[in-house]
């Protein structure tokens, strides 16, 4: 079954603590995104990956991290220097073309992080 | 700056009646636009892209370059049609995309 999957689908966290969000593709896709989900506010990019090994910063990327260690995975940590990190969690994946039309993201089901 | 703007948060209408969601942008480039749709307990998916000019589901959304805009529009709303839908810019650059606000459009029997 190809596709996206978010691990874990609900995760509680204390104050002070990191916490890691897996994201797994078996699409073959180049590219990865992860991007925070909040009512009113839409859908803002925190970190995206184009290749192995390289990520670029997004809208909101402070207080989170990320890794590009295999093509298929992209780890996002909220860590304790995100001032206000309950949210829906968003990854998703696109195959890199420079063809017109061709940038279509598929997304994950999503993990929802609650800071207690 | 880039970026897209959907003015309406919430959106009501009736079963039949049409139904248009307004989505506008800023972009210095050749805009590549997007809509995607979240059905309840489903994941965000893609609804269609202008490069397509396609009716999906009977929507339609035509570029508007003058305007700045990328409506989605369908003629008779249907009850499934109940979703969140979000317009989105991909920027060719940096290669990312770009997301609205998301409007939530109901639709009433």
């Known amino acids: 079954d190809g596709g996206i999957t978010q691990s874990p689908k609900y995760l509680f966290r204390k104050e002070g603590q990191n916490v890691t969000l897996s994201c797994e593709q078996n699409l073959n896709h180049d590219a990865m995104y992860w991007y925070r989900q909040d009512p009113g506010q839409g859908l803002r990019l925190i970190y995206y990956?184009?290749?192995?090994?390289?990520?670029q910063k997004g809208d909101i990327a402070e207080g989170y991290s990320v890794s590009r260690e295999k093509k298929e995975s992209f780890p996002l940590t909220v860590t304790s220097a995100q001032k206000n990190p309950t949210a829906f969690y968003l990854c998703?994946?696109?195959?890199?073309?420079?063809?017109?039309?061709?940038?279509?993201?598929?997304f994950g089901a999503g993990s929802r992080l609650t800071v207690l | 700056a880039q970026r897209v703007t959907q003015p309406e948060k919430l959106l009501s209408v009736f079963k039949g009646a049409p139904v248009e969601l307004k989505c506008n942008y800023s972009y210095s480039g050749s805009p590549e636009l997007f809509w995607y749709v979240q059905y309840s307990r489903q994941r965000l998916q893609l609804l269609l892209r202008?490069?397509s000019r396609e009716s999906i589901k009977g929507f339609t959304a035509d570029l508007n370059k003058g305007e700045t805009s990328f409506h989605l529009k369908k003629p008779f709303a249907q009850e499934e049609d109940s979703a969140m839908y979000y317009c989105?810019?991909?920027?060719?650059?940096?290669?990312?995309?770009?997301f609205g606000q998301g409007t939530r459009l109901t639709i009433n029997p």
């Open positions: 989105a810019l991909f920027i060719q650059g940096a290669q990312k995309l770009v």
């Open positions: 998703a994946s696109s195959i890199l073309n420079s063809r017109s039309g061709a940038n279509v993201l598929t």
């Open positions: 202008h490069i």
């Open positions: 990956s184009q290749i192995v090994n390289d990520f």
